[in-house]
């Protein structure tokens, strides 16, 4: 028989791995990707690291206008924080901020772009005004009137936007934008027209009652403290813990795939709308009750985009839309501060928020993407498989 067997060839020396290549930093390759689920406390330290960039920007900026360096952490930290009278305005300040900024919260939850936060805050105070103005009911019930009489036009002003966008496809962006101006000029319709001050002539209504106020709780603190507080709180349990708010973020991830498994995506996202448009309501009574006292032409001049901004920042999270507010109050009473004393201008307070919000939003970047460093084709040539 043939001998089919084939001689084995001798063994072949493997080659010793040869020594990695020393590569210079600026010829590096780096690759963009997507990543993974970050775990809250990296996602926690990116985000503190955000606001301290912008912090430092901010100081920047300020020392280049003219405040002294040695005085900024004295006007920021301990005028701000701890100083009684100054943090009874923060709290004065963030409590309609932590309602509006809740509105915003709740609608972009359910993938609604409500940008007529404004237009419902002051249907909301026009609603409440119209209580008083009108005398209806009886004064221990007049409060409470005019607190259900916000919502409930508040509500009724985010329907409409939320009606054309499910029945009619039409984009919530331009109709809630549009509605802004509707409801701002048919409030200067009443302020210079039927409910202008017969005593003063200015145009603003008529000075409220002390019953149809919103009482203090004690060391100058405001019940809307309170009320924003209690707010907050059903809103984090609303989104949270209840059914609703589970299926909500089912919705938030992929309205297609909840419709398919039967969610009643129309249905919450009507509800989740109309609740935004209560709680804007709800900002405006706060506002006329608590702060102003009466209905005026433009208090709800940047509560707008102030509710926007905390419910970005606050990544739609109610108790963060809490933090956030307190923070974006405390800039602005730290803002008059600095306007009062040091002669900076208001825009200079707008731009310190700005550069904040922008180091935020970066911030988001860096917890979905990463850089990993690629290996250049020389060191793929001195090292095969290195990466």
């Known amino acids: 028989m043939t001998d ?18 020393f590569e210079p930093l600026l010829s ?14 990296w996602q926690a330290l990116i985000l503190a690291l955000a606001v301290v960039v912008g912090l430092l920007v901010s100081a920047a900026i300020l020392v280049a206008a003219g405040v002294p360096a040695d005085q900024l952490l004295n006007e920021f930290v301990v005028q701000t924080f701890l100083d009684g009278q100054n943090l009874r305005a923060v709290l004065f300040q963030a409590a309609p901020m932590v309602l509006i ?6 609608a972009f939850r359910a993938r609604f772009w409500n940008l007529g936060l404004e237009g419902q805050m002051v249907w909301g105070a026009i609603a409440a005004t119209a209580v008083s103005v009108w005398d209806l009911g009886p004064q221990p019930l007049r409060l ?14 985010s329907w409409g936007p939320a009606w054309l966008k499910l029945r009619l496809g039409v984009n919530e ?38 019953f149809e106020r919103l009482p203090e709780l004690g060391a100058g603190i405001g019940s809307a403290v309170l009320l924003a507080g ?11 813990r209840s059914r609703a708010g589970l299926y909500l973020r089912f919705v938030d991830a992929n309205p297609r795939m909840a419709d ?14 109309l609740v935004s448009g209560a709680l804007s309501g709800l900002a405006g009574f706060v506002i006329a009750s608590g702060q102003e006292g009466r209905l005026t032409q433009g208090f709800y001049a940047g509560y707008g985009f102030s509710g926007i901004l905390i419910a970005f920042l606050a990544r739609n999270h109610p108790l963060g839309a809490v933090a956030v507010a307190l923070l974006v109050a405390a800039l602005f009473v730290t803002g008059r501060s600095l306007q009062v004393f040091y ?21 988001d970047f860096f917890m979905r993407h990463r850089l990993r460093r690629v290996a250049s084709a020389a060191a793929r040539a001195g090292t095969p498989g290195a990466r």
């Open 173 to 210: 962006i331009i109709s809630t934008l549009m509605l802004n101006y509707l409801a701002a000029n048919f409030l200067l319709h009443l302020v210079y027209g039927a409910w202008k001050d017969p005593a003063s002539a200015f145009p603003h209504s008529p000075q409220f009652r002390a």
């Open 343 to 363: 002669q900076i201008p208001f825009s200079m307070v707008q731009l310190i928020q700005a550069v904040i919000v922008v180091c935020v939003a970066s911030s």
């Open 144 to 157: 409470p009137l005019m607190f259900a009489a916000a919502a409930a036009f508040g509500l009724l002003w």
């Open 101 to 106: 900024g809740l509105a915003g919260c709740v």
């Open 28 to 41: 590096r390759r780096y690759a963009l990707e997507v990543r993974g689920q970050l775990a809250w406390p």
């Open 230 to 240: 209690v707010v907050a709180l059903l809103a984090w349990w609303g989104v949270e």
């Open 260 to 273: 398919a498994v039967g969610v009643p995506v129309r249905r919450l996202v009507l509800a989740a709308v």
């Open 4 to 21: 089919l067997s084939v001689p084995l060839s001798p063994p072949v020396a493997t080659a010793a791995p040869a020594r990695p290549r």
